[in-house]
């Protein structure tokens, strides 16, 4: 799974893997394994694996630093509220489909890892709640509308406002873009308002400014919502695809796990 993390892979073009990719899978693989033990061992392999990480953030470089120092996994982080954590909670929403209450607490803790700050943990909650709720949603039950409830009845109420302020239709889009947590899913959630995979995309870049981390959930959440179907063949050409396959059937099967001893 890490043939391209350890340097293996040397691709440079613009299917290369980022940062927020290579930060899913590790969150990804402690998942897999076991989530009650995530959070730890998601900050003992960010801090094993810092060296080939594609331009970390401050944050991270700063959790490193204090985790090496002896620093324990729920001290290390500074209180920071970029958006450096989402993509990790889109692999906390996928393990906990269908559960959005436990997949909120669970990504909530896995932000407070690299970043200590109530927004911070408010948007990964909120996020992996809306991918634990699209993935397994009804066919008669429309996306906004869950995605609304979730805002709605988020105990972070800053990002609660911010993300029911897409769907109110006056979205508090941040000119410039600052790559702050909450305005990472901001910008997400409105480009969302096109159906077309490019469209959305091209949207998300456009507000961003092209950030890594915004587009990295911008196509969780499309993916989420209208399936692998919609996503163009092109993914197949992303470095590291096949890992990432790898990632996906485990994930599903301890997805399926979870949902069959609860």
Do not use: C
């Amino acid at each position: 799974v890490y043939a391209w993390l350890t340097g293996r892979r040397t691709s440079t073009g613009e299917d290369r893997l980022t940062y927020a990719a290579q930060t899913f899978a590790i969150a990804a693989d402690a998942l897999g394994a076991d989530e009650n033990s995530a959070p730890p061992a998601v900050g003992r392999e960010l801090m094993l694996r810092s060296a080939p990480l594609r331009d970390p953030g401050n944050a991270l470089k700063h959790t490193i630093a204090n985790t090496r120092r002896g620093a324990e996994w729920s001290q290390a982080a500074p209180p920071s509220y970029g958006d450096g954590a989402l993509p990790r909670a889109v692999a906390v929403g996928l393990v906990q489909a269908g559960s959005p209450e436990r997949a909120g607490l669970a990504g909530a803790l896995d932000a407070v890892t690299t970043h200590a700050h109530p927004i911070a943990a408010g948007a990964s909650a909120l996020l992996a709640g809306i991918i634990a709720t699209q993935v397994r949603r009804p066919e008669a039950m429309i996306p906004a509308e869950l995605i609304h409830r979730l805002a709605s009845s988020s105990s972070e109420r800053h990002v609660g406002h911010r993300i029911e302020s897409v769907f109110d239709g006056d979205p508090e889009v941040p000119v410039p873009f600052t790559a702050h947590a909450d305005d990472a899913l901001v910008v997400a959630l409105t480009a969302m308002t096109y159906d077309d995979f490019r469209d959305v995309l091209s949207a998300a870049a456009a507000m961003s400014g092209n950030d890594r981390v915004t587009l990295a959930i911008t196509g969780a959440l499309y993916g989420s919502v209208y399936g692998n179907a919609r996503i163009p063949d092109r993914k197949f050409d992303v470095e590291g695809f096949a890992a990432h396959q790898t990632l996906a059937t485990t994930l599903t099967n301890r997805a399926t796990v979870l949902r069959e001893t609860r």
